[in-house]
Nanobody
Framework: VQLVESGGGLAQPGGSLRLSCAASGFTFSRYNMAWARQAPGKEREVVAAITWTGGRTYYADSVKGRFTISRDNAKNTLNLQMNSLKLEDTALYYC???????????????????WGQGTQVTVSS
């Protein structure tokens, strides 16, 4: 299994960034996926998750209405569109694969068994 994130960088408050995750080594279309983030000194948290069909999504309250998770099963790609960025969105962002196809939308990081290397998002004026 390999998950490779891209698209991070520096953005101003109120700006936008789009993250992508290229997945390989497993049947991407069978697994729910998620984006998580970890800020310095804080625990890793799931901020968005999506079912294998893309039909259902979950968002943490801190990003609801600003972030949009999506997937392209034909291209084995997971995306996170981040709008109206805030200073507190600064973190290392990870793409994650859920442990089992039978699990639902999980918000606990322990439910995910493979993670990418992360891409840094810095929001600063």
């Amino acid at each position: 299994v390999q998950l490779v994130e891209s698209g991070g960088g520096l953005a101003q408050p109120g700006g936008s960034l789009r993250l992508s995750c290229a997945a390989s080594g497993f049947t991407f279309s069978r697994y729910n996926m998620a984006w998580a983030r970890q800020a310095p000194g804080k625990e890793r948290e799931v901020v968005a998750a999506i079912t294998w069909t893309g039909g259902r999504t979950y968002y943490a309250d801190s990003v609801k209405g600003r972030f949009t998770i999506s997937r392209d099963n034909a291209k084995n790609t997971l995306n996170l569109q981040m709008n109206s960025l805030k200073l507190e969105d600064t973190a290392l962002y990870y793409c994650a694969k859920i442990r089992s196809p039978g699990l639902g939308l999980m918000t606990d990081t322990i439910r995910y068994d493979f993670w990418g290397q992360g891409t840094q998002v810095t929001v600063s004026s």
